[in-house]
């Protein structure tokens, strides 16, 4: 959105919604809402391949030895947690079933447009 205003010189101080920026550009879909996609999609791939897959232990926390001290950093399932309200093996396991995943990723995905856009 700063990117967006200053292409527009809009200043920051000016009263302007977020809604009417985007309408005014013509963009559809929010840069959150393809990142969220395509997060989603990725981790529907990863949780399909082999138990013995790099990707799928070090996505799922399997990992072995400690962590450095201070706040740990975001993580993937950090992510999926957050915005499901499912449990991670729950998800981990409808990743499986691709048919399934990609209805799930479909309606979370209409959700996360609608509210992004009414924010």
């Known amino acids: 959105m700063w990117c967006w205003r200053r292409m527009l010189r809009i200043p920051w ?10 309408a005014q550009l ?13 997060l989603l ?3 529907g791939h990863i949780m399909r391949r082999g138990n013995d897959s790099l990707e799928k ?14 706040r740990s950093p975001t ?15 729950q998800i981990a396991k409808m990743a499986s079933n691709r048919s399934r995943w990609r209805q799930f990723t479909n309606a979370k995905l209409r959700y996360h447009q609608d509210h992004d856009l009414q924010s």
């Open 13 to 22: 101080t000016a009263k302007r919604t977020n809604v009417s920026i985007l």
């Open 41 to 43: 999609s990725y981790f």
């Open 75 to 89: 993580r993937w399932a950090d992510q999926l947690k957050k915005s499901n309200s499912d449990r991670f093996y």
């Open 57 to 70: 232990i070090i996505v799922t926390g399997n990992t072995e030895g400690k962590r450095p001290r201070g």
């Open 26 to 38: 013509g963009v559809s879909v929010r840069l959150s809402s393809i990142c969220y996609q395509r």
